[in-house]
Structures are given as C-alpha cells and as structure tokens.
C-alpha cells in the first residue's frame, strides 16, 4: 500500500552539509519525493510537532535544536517521501532515535551524535507511523504544495492556493 512520511533533514544535517549524502541515501527506498521546501522552523511550529514530548525533560533542549538555535543554520529541510512502504523504508534507512544505539549503516548511526549536553543530534526526523505521518504532513506543508492528493481537503474546494487541510 503506498504512504507518505515526513522526512526531515535537521539543522546539525544542513550545517555539516549532509543533505547531498542524506538525499542520495534515501532515493535507495526508490520512494518518490511529492514535497519538498527550507523552513525557518518557528517556535509554534517545533512545539506542535513534538508535543507528545512535552512533558519529557529534555523538551525545551529538543524545540531549540529544531529550531536551529544549536548551530548556524536556523533552517530544516522538509520533504514528504510515498511510495510503498514509505515510512518503514524510511525509518529503517534512519535508524535508532539515539546515535550511540544506531546501527553505523544508518543515516543516524553514521552522522549522528549526542552532544555534551545530551541532546541527539541525529540529522534526520522520519516519521514513526502512518498517524503521526498525516498528522506531521499537515503541519509543515499545505495541501498545494504536494503533488499527490494525500488527505482530505474541506469539500467542494479546488485545488489551489487557499486550501486548507479537513479535519
């Protein structure tokens, strides 16, 4: 069954330069890209996507390395990977949240690390099922910048640049 995954290629990522290395990583899924831009990621925006994090410790660290206050590069790489399989290919390719517990093949276990202050910088988010997957989509894109209709659209509304996600 095709799916869509959000693939992220976090700020310690673009800093070191890995999204060329990433990039051709993940087209060994053969998985088609159907969204792709650069965000500044606001604080809004990093909170409602880990807010299932937010009672974890470690919270406030985690909104400030997605946002690129840990490095120079205040900016995120997003796109939305689909095909079969999409988000098993993809998190296999990833690897372990963790770096350290990563196996060294994976985008993860060769780029990431964990910093002095213990916090993962793993370059790379993918989504970790199908729920979180639309819910994440619909947070950093909007439904005409993707070229596959994914998900629902409010009824009776073209395709175009005022479209908005049903819910």
Known sequence: MKEATLVLI??????????????????????DII?????HVSAELAKKHYEALTDKPFFEDLIQYIRGEF?????????VYYGEG?????????????PEEADAVSIRG???????KGV?????????HKKDAE?????????????VDLYSTKAGEKRTCN????L
């Open 35 to 39: 969204a792709a831009r650069i965000v």
């Open 135 to 147: 819910r994440e989509i619909k947070l950093w894109f909007q439904p005409e910048e993707i070229i």
């Open 86 to 98: 999409a988000i098993n290919k993809v998190r296999a390719l990833a690897g372990s949240t963790n």
């Open 10 to 31: 976090k700020p310690d990522g673009l800093k070191k330069s890995l999204t060329g290395n990433i990039l051709t990583r993940l087209s060994e899924t053969k998985l």
């Open 163 to 166: 479209e908005v996600w049903a």
């Open 71 to 79: 490095h120079e590069k205040r900016k995120v790489m997003a796109m």
């Open 120 to 128: 993962y910088e793993n370059v790379i988010h993918a989504s970790a």
């Open 110 to 116: 060769q780029y990431g690390r964990i910093t002095t």
